[in-house]
């Protein structure tokens, strides 16, 4: 079985066995693909891009890009019997383009298999939830979610709520009832999406990579590259606090013990940090909660 967590900047996608596959998740290789967040073309210097094994920056409209991720998981195949791709997305466009990659590979002469693409939805992630509109809420939410409670579960928390943080395009920070429920959160900028708009809204202020953006930049900035990465920085880890210290101090549900927070994302341990204990960083959280999903 294949797993697929396409976001709004990029997807990741590993190999997994039909057979404990919340266990064999960690132990995958993951292969990445990334793209352009705001989905428009910034007229500046753009960012030196990571060139390392099992990652291609790619257009999302173009599917060059999404047949080379195809092939790569074909590759890892050891018979040629169907294979099932579990798919979970917040981007149509790149899913579209994904699929139609399968339907070829599917076709191709080397691959010679047929594929069985699985798009999950809220309904298959075995998780109450709580909101207006559950069918509205990023599927990455709460598959996330549903990977957290099994990871309370195991870590000996199963009757405390969770918060769960992703740092990824967008920060998320969400809270999972006691229960077991997805009870919704708060949405802002990630610390790439902060920087392209930066960059794409102002007529001098440069585009700065992710990566610029360290533990602790230093403060005061004594240069604009300085200056914009302490103050994203200060944006993703202080809006991250507020809101888990609010969950935490809220009555929300009362708790004995410290709520736990479980965090997720490229940009997830710059947040980690600096977050009171209990907290664990987990990789691959979606991916996580889409090995749990039961499809029929």
């Known amino acids: 079985m294949i797993l697929v967590d396409i976001g709004n900047s990029g997807l990741r996608a590993a190999r997994v066995e039909q057979i404990g596959l919340g266990k064999t998740v960690e132990r995958s290789e993951i292969f990445k693909l990334s793209w352009s967040s705001i989905g428009k073309e910034i007229l500046k210097h753009q960012p030196q891009r990571s060139s390392i094994a099992n990652h291609r920056w790619v257009d999302p409209k173009q599917r060059e890009g999404f047949r080379w991720l195809v092939d790569q998981l074909h590759q890892l195949d050891a018979d040629a019997s169907p294979t099932i791709w579990r798919i979970a997305s917040v981007n149509r466009v ?3 383009a994904l699929q ?4 070829e590979g599917s076709r191709g002469a080397i691959n010679q298999r047929r594929a069985i693409v699985q798009i999950v939805d809220y309904r298959h992630c075995g998780i109450d939830i709580d909101v207006d509109f559950p069918d509205r809420v990023g599927i990455d939410r709460i598959l996330a979610a549903r990977a957290a409670l099994a990871w309370k579960s195991k870590h000996g928390y199963s009757h405390s709520p969770i918060i769960v ?14 229960s077991g429920a997805f009870k919704g959160g708060a949405i802002l900028p990630g610390a790439g999406l902060a920087l392209q708009y930066l960059a794409a809204g102002t007529d001098q202020l440069p585009w700065l990579p992710t990566e610029s953006i360290d533990s602790l930049p230093p403060l005061p900035g004594k240069n604009t590259e300085q200056a914009i990465a302490a103050g994203v920085h200060a944006s993703l880890v202080g809006g991250a606090k507020y809101l888990i210290e609010r969950y935490r101090t809220s009555n929300h549900e009362r708790s004995d013990k410290p709520i736990p927070v479980i965090i997720s994302g490229g940009d997830g341990r710059l947040v980690q940090e600096h977050i ?6 987990v990789e691959n ?7 749990l999903c039961q499809i029929p």
């Open 94 to 96: 790149a899913l579209e």
């Open 285 to 291: 959280l979606v991916l996580l909660g889409l090995s």
């Open 165 to 178: 943080v992703q740092a990824g395009t967008a920060l998320t920070v969400d809270w999972v009832s006691a």
């Open 100 to 103: 139609q990659a399968i339907e």
């Open 276 to 281: 009171c204990a209990p907290v664990a960083y």
